[in-house]
């Protein structure tokens, strides 16, 4: 009998968080208990989740930048079922896909005319690992440079460039060689590049975490400072491309020209994982530099149909919709809405982004009552204050957003570029409400704020492995 999915789902909706607990990620799922995320959606649309209950939850995290596009949007259902129903060849390997070959055409249509050649795999994380491959291969050397806060993946290679030491925590030795600068510290970039064993730069033109990007020309000099030394530069467009900041990729904003770029996230169209780096051929052949070097760097499911008729279709709907202008218009109105709550909320330090990637960052407050409640939170973790924040908008206005990192006190808000007036007027009336509703102290937002304390997130999950 065939697997009757539409039943399994009916019949088991609501068991999410005790499977998760005993067969996936538990800690994670004690998390999100603490910070009241532990919500069934029964179905999404667009901008929205919904419950069971038919609530809706507008969606301003879009699953890390995954749905650009919006959830669920019906040309990409249309193009899988299409796809389905031609029973192609899929991953036969020694073969040439057509597919592939179109969504490599198709994405190459949006590159700077120096980019010609496409690797595709399958997460943003695998890309990092094909673009610091290539660049090692091309240029015969081994070192990487990246910025502090950066965020390139967790896997090994990915891992060595991460900006934030937490996150390597626990996991032993990782790539030699790999060095972290300040964001718009030329004079360190250009002792390292001198060295002339670095293969690459690594820039996530506006970073993941915190969403900072240099004012200045930090970028172009870098760049400069590159072509001087031999050493590439990799603009890791994982967040940033297919108009997330109001052009087609982030580097477009300093007029880079980057060496290789990584894609990863919305091209899935919400659906199918699909990745890519996008080089020169001069570097890309420097991998494949032999005939019985043509699979040195490859990946089983990298070409597979699914993904790459989510890929085509995704880049059709960004087209057709005009997403990436929307981005751009979308985000400056909304960023004017919220640059304008500074006036109300001293809480408010600054409200930075660029096209749809927006963080508001919070600072010690003046008024007193509000001071007490910033002090209480920052002497034991400082991103409480934002994760507050971030609960509250939830429990309270069932607006998803996430803090940019930690400690930071940074929220940030990454809505798929189809927003308009509604869904705007929403987010900027629940955060003023929210910001309010702070002036109480002691008052109920406080108290989760005590919450969290209790349940300091740090706190040891588990004994380790192996311990007497
Ligand atoms: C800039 C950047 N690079 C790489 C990654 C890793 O992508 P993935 O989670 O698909 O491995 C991310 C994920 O957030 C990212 O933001």
């Not at 001087?228 to 052009?247: F, K, N, S």
Request: with cysteine; glycine share 8%.
């Amino acid at each position: 009998m065939p697997l009757d999915l539409k039943g399994l789902v009916t019949a088991r909706l609501g068991e999410n968080y005790a499977l998760h607990e005993r067969h996936l990620n538990s800690t994670l799922v004690h998390v999100q208990r603490i910070i009241g995320f532990d919500h069934v959606y029964a179905r999404a649309q667009g901008a929205y989740l919904y419950d069971l209950d038919e609530r809706d939850y507008l969606d301003f995290l879009s699953g890390y930048s995954v749905f650009n596009i919006g959830r669920n949007h019906p040309a990409v259902q249309s193009a899988l079922r299409d796809l389905l129903e031609l029973d192609l060849p899929n991953m036969v390997q020694m073969d040439c896909s057509l597919l592939s070959g179109l969504l490599a055409e198709a994405l190459l249509k949006k590159t700077p005319p120096h980019l010609d050649s496409v690797f595709f795999c399958n997460s943003g994380a695998e890309s990092v690992e094909g673009a610091i491959k290539f660049a090692r291969a091309a240029t015969g050397r081994t070192g990487l440079v990246s910025l502090e806060k950066a965020f390139h993946g967790l896997s090994n290679g990915a891992l060595s460039v991460m900006g934030d030491e937490s996150f390597r925590e626990g996991f032993g030795a990782l790539l030699e060689n790999c060095t972290r600068i300040k964001m718009g510290d030329l004079a360190a970039l250009e002792t390292l590049l001198a060295k002339r064993d670095i293969a690459a730069l690594l820039i996530e033109p506006v970073q993941g975490k915190g969403v900072y990007f240099p004012a200045g020309d930090f970028y172009q000099q870098a760049q400069r400072l590159c072509r001087a030394h031999g050493t590439l530069l990799i603009c890791d467009e994982v967040q940033t491309g297919l108009g997330r900041t109001g052009r087609w990729w982030g580097f477009e904003h300093w007029g880079l020209e980057p060496d290789i770029i990584t894609v990863a996230k919305s091209l899935s169209g919400g659906y199918v994982p699909v990745a890519a780096v996008i080089t020169r051929r001069a570097i890309y052949q420097k991998t494949f530099s032999r005939l019985d070097r043509c699979v040195v760097h490859s990946s089983t499911f990298g070409r597979n149909n699914l993904a790459m008729a989510a890929g085509l279709a995704t880049l059709q709907v960004l087209d057709d919709e005009n997403l990436v202008e929307r981005a751009r218009t979308q985000g400056a109105e909304l960023m004017r809405r919220l640059d304008a709550l500074k006036e109300k909320h001293s809480l408010i330090k600054e409200v930075r982004g660029l096209g749809l990637m927006i963080a508001i960052e919070f600072h010690e407050p003046r008024e007193l009552a509000l001071k007490m409640g910033w002090k209480l939170l920052h002497k034991v973790e400082h991103e409480l204050f934002a994760q507050m924040l971030v609960t509250s908008l939830f429990q309270k206005h069932r607006i998803l957003t996430q803090i940019a990192g930690h400690a930071m006190d940074v929220l940030k808000i990454l809505p798929p570029l189809i927003i308009g007036e509604r869904e705007i007027d929403r987010f900027v009336t629940a955060l003023d409400a929210v910001l309010t509703e702070c002036r109480s102290f002691p008052g109920p937002i406080w108290d989760l704020g005590s919450n969290f304390i209790r349940h300091s997130l740090k706190r040891s999950a588990v004994e380790p492995v192996g311990a007497a």
